[in-house]
């Protein structure tokens, strides 16, 4: 089991900065992702972070908007999210996944977080 506890949600205007945290407990994920559902759309992978090496990977939607890091210490992972946009709008989910594939499609998740909101203002 792992669990997940996002924070770091608000509202914040166009070009602005967010961070979001993930406080990770339990056992040792292969891997933490962030997903985003906006209303009426599907669930969206944003980024990911492979545990133990750090590699990185993002979304074509936040690539050199958003960066994806870790804190192995402290077991917690952060979302710095700049240069907002109102379509950035959504619910977005902390992830993780014990297997080692297809780390940019959500459902390839296993366990999950409450979710925190971040609203963009134009």
């Known amino acids: 089991q792992v669990q997940l506890v996002e924070s770091g949600g608000g509202v914040v205007q166009a070009g602005g900065s967010l961070r979001l945290s993930c406080a990770v407990s339990g056992r040792t994920p292969y891997a933490i992702g962030w997903s985003r559902q906006a209303p009426g759309k599907a669930r969206e992978f944003v980024a990911g972070?492979?545990?133990?090496?750090?590699?990185?990977s993002y979304s074509d939607s936040v690539r050199g908007r958003f960066t994806i890091s870790k804190d192995n210490a402290k077991n917690m992972v952060y979302l710095q999210m700049n240069s907002l946009k109102p379509e950035d709008t959504a619910v977005y989910y902390c992830?993780?996944?014990?297997?080692?594939?297809?780390?940019?499609?959500?459902?390839?998740?296993?366990?999950w977080g409450q979710g925190t909101q971040v609203t963009v203002s134009p």
């Open positions: 972070i492979v545990w133990n090496e750090g590699s990185t």
């Open positions: 992830a993780a996944k014990i297997g080692g594939l297809m780390i940019g499609v959500p459902r390839s998740y296993d366990y």
